[in-house]
């Protein structure tokens, strides 16, 4: 142990392009944090794109290369960050891994982004869901669902903000201490939602952040808002609002130098294969400009 974080990201890898692993790393890797990938899929592109070829680990896949780091002393992980899953079996197996490094650093925290579609679609088999919610929502310290995901997660409609904060709430009562829900569409903005609980008995401290809504179509902003939420977390351990007005704040500095990248070479922002210009974007990343406030609820 060296003293610096170590995050075991799970999560899938693009050839091509910027979502899953390919997202969350190098954010990670300039906030400080030594991130070890393990490629729940390797496609050749994300799911915008008319065709996806590639391969979807299963479970006794990822458990071999477990045992591989198990064998050699290197299971001391800070972090356990999962993501986009392609198989039941390995969703199962994510559980196994949990308990493991957890046996080794008791205090480890897993962020958990419970990927599984937006607007109404799932672009995940759909019978991971019941996993999702009664075996691995409960043992996730924070947890990042977007609107879709969240309503999967508890059964509950949310169109609202007082309907996002009852879920919050029913999401805490099954395990996690921390709950953000990443976007809310309300009169043509976007919210973000957020919700901390310092322990079982105290009421939820919530906030919630509101951004203008980019007319354009992002894959992986998700995968990249739940990386900086961890990153920021870890230095605001206790302020889950300023790690979220920080995240926040990177991730629509990213959206904007996108936007304006596609805009400068002639290309509409608003196709579906459009990739975030995230190597361009180390600035906003490593030191973001708060413009978007928490507003404590
Ligand atoms: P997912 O990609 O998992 O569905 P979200 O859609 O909630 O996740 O996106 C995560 C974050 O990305 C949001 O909190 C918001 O900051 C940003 N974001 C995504 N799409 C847009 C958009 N069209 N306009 C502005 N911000 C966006
Ligand atoms: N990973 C892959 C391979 C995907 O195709 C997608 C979405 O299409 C995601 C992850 C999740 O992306 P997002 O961060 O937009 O939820
Ligand atoms: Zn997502």
Not at 108 to 122: A, E, H, S, T, W
Not at 182 to 199: H, M, R, Y
Not at 229 to 247: I, R, T
Not at 268 to 274: A, F, S
Request: with cysteine; glycine share 6%; aromatic share 8%.
């Amino acid at each position: 142990d060296t003293g610096t974080p170590r995050v075991l990201s799970i999560q899938s890898h693009t050839v091509q392009g910027y979502v899953g692993n390919k997202a969350a790393v190098f954010p990670l890797q300039l906030l400080g944090f030594e991130v070890d990938p393990i490629n729940s899929v390797q496609f050749s592109n994300h799911t915008g794109y008319p065709t996806v070829r590639g391969q979807v680990l299963n479970g006794d896949e990822l458990w071999a290369l477990i045992e591989g780091l198990e064998a050699n002393d290197l299971l001391y992980y800070t972090h356990l960050l999962t993501g986009y899953i392609g198989s039941l079996t390995f969703l199962e197996m994510v559980l196994q891994v949990l308990e493991k490094l957890r046996t080794v650093n008791p205090n480890l925290i897993y962020v958990c982004d419970p990927v599984m579609g937006d607007d109404g679609k799932f672009y995940i088999n759909p019978e991971l869901v019941p996993v999702f919610r009664h075996k691995v929502v409960p043992v996730a310290t924070m947890l990042t669902p977007n609107q879709f995901e969240a309503e999967n997660l508890t059964g509950l409609r949310i169109q609202t903000e007082t309907e996002a904060l009852e879920a919050c709430e029913v999401l805490h009562a099954s395990g996690p201490s921390q709950v953000v829900i990443t976007s809310l569409e309300v009169d043509k903005k976007l919210l973000l939602i957020g919700s901390s609980k310092q322990n079982k008995d105290e009421p939820a401290r919530q906030f919630k952040i509101t951004m203008p809504k980019i007319p354009a179509y992002f894959t992986g902003t998700g995968d990249l808002m739940t990386a900086l939420l961890l990153g920021w977390s870890y230095k605001y351990p206790d302020d889950l609002s300023k790690a979220a007005e920080l995240a926040v704040s990177s991730l629509q500095g990213v959206l904007r130098k996108t936007i304006k990248d596609y805009e400068d070479v002639g290309l509409p922002p608003n196709v579906k294969q459009l990739e975030l210009r995230l190597i361009q974007s180390q600035a906003e990343i490593t030191s973001p400009k708060v413009s978007y406030p928490a507003e404590r609820l």
